[in-house]
Structures are given as C-alpha cells and as structure tokens.
C-alpha cells in the first residue's frame, strides 16, 4: 500500500506530481489556499481555469502547475458545511476520491492535500480529518498506482487532527 504522511507546510512549496486545490465551484480562484495557489501558479493558471466552465462539489478537474514545483493541480470544490445533515461528508469523500483517481488518470505518483472544507467552508476539523483518512486508505488499499499521499496541514491543530485520524483508521 502507498504511503500517507501528514506534514506541517505550504502545499504552493510541494515538489511532488499533483497538488490538489480547495477551490470553490466557479474554478476562477479565491482566498486561503485556493488563493495561494493561483498566486504561486501565475496567471496561467486561471486562464486554464476559465474554459473548464467551474466544477461541481465533490468533482476534481485537472490543470498544469505552471510556475509551481508540482506538475498538476487538481481542483476540487469542497462542501460549505451546514451541520452535516446536507450530504456534506459523502460530498468531501467524493473530493478525495474524485482527486485520487484524476490523479491516477494523469499517472501521478505523489499527490499532495491540504485540509478541504475547513477553512473558510467551515467543516468542523475532527469531522473532515475523518472523513479524509478513511477515504484515502480505502483508495489506497485498492490501487497500486500512487506512491504517496500526504496531507500538507497549515497549522499544527490541523497537522495533529489528521495524525489522530489516520492512527485510528490504519489501527
Ligand atoms: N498550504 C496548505 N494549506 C493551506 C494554505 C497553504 N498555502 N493556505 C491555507 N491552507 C489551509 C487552511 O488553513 C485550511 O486548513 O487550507 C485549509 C482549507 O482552507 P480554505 O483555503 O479556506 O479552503 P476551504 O475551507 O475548502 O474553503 C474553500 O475558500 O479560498 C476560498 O475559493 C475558495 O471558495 C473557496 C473556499
């Protein structure tokens, strides 16, 4: 099985073969990360954005890295949280599954996440590092094709909620 390693870091700074970006359903760019990674990108990459016409919750589309150190970026809007009722953790699964098999499609090797949905989406972090891990082993455990996942967290509550959530799921 691959691996999977949660690091503390800027995922604009990975050097690995696709990073995947916590965008929102125009593709057209925003704050946090999805913020810092069109800045990091260039221009370039919004232009690549704009004729793939946004992408729906949960889908992942795929672009070139430009001027980042990863070759692809894997967008994928996360869901905005509304109490967990809505359909909300099956939508953030599909995000990382969606994301995973995109990368796959692509012949990637190493993909690197930040924490979909819990920044500005407001998806209560326990909740989506749950969610998160058990969808990534599952992937893992059923394909050979990826080396290694890492999810790349900004802060450290969010680095130990996805070390946390991994040890229960691999345990
Ligand atoms: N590297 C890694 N992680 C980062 C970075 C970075 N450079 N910048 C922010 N983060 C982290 C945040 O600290 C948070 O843990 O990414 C996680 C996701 O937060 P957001 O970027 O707010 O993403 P999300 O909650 O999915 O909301 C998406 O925000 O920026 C807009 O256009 C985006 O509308 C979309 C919404």
Same mark, same amino acid.
């Given at each position: ?8 870091? %800027?995922? =604009? ?12 359903? =125009? ?35 795929? =672009? ?40 796959? %499609? ?51 509550? =969010? ?13």
């Amino acid at each position: 099985m691959a691996e999977f390693a949660v690091i503390r870091g %800027d995922i =604009t700074e990975s050097k690995v073969d696709a990073i995947v970006n916590a965008a929102n359903t =125009t593709l057209l760019g925003g704050g946090g990360v999805d913020g810092a990674i069109h800045r990091a990108a260039g221009p370039e990459l919004f232009a690549a954005c704009v004729p793939l016409n946004g992408c729906l919750t949960g889908e992942a589309k795929i =672009t070139p890295g430009f001027k980042l150190p990863s070759k692809w970026v894997i967008h994928t809007p996360g869901p905005v949280w509304h109490g967990g009722q809505q359909g909300e953790p099956e939508l953030l699964a599909n995000c990382y599954r969606n994301s995973l098999r995109l990368a796959m %499609d692509h012949g990637c090797k190493t993909v690197d996440f930040p924490s979909l949905s819990t920044g500005v989406y407001g998806y209560p972090l326990a909740d989506a590092a749950a969610v998160a891990t058990q969808t990534i082993a599952t992937v893992l455990a059923k394909s050979n094709d990826l080396q290694r996942v890492r999810l790349v967290a900004f802060d450290d509550a =969010t680095a130990a909620a996805y070390r946390v959530a991994w040890a229960q799921v691999v345990d």
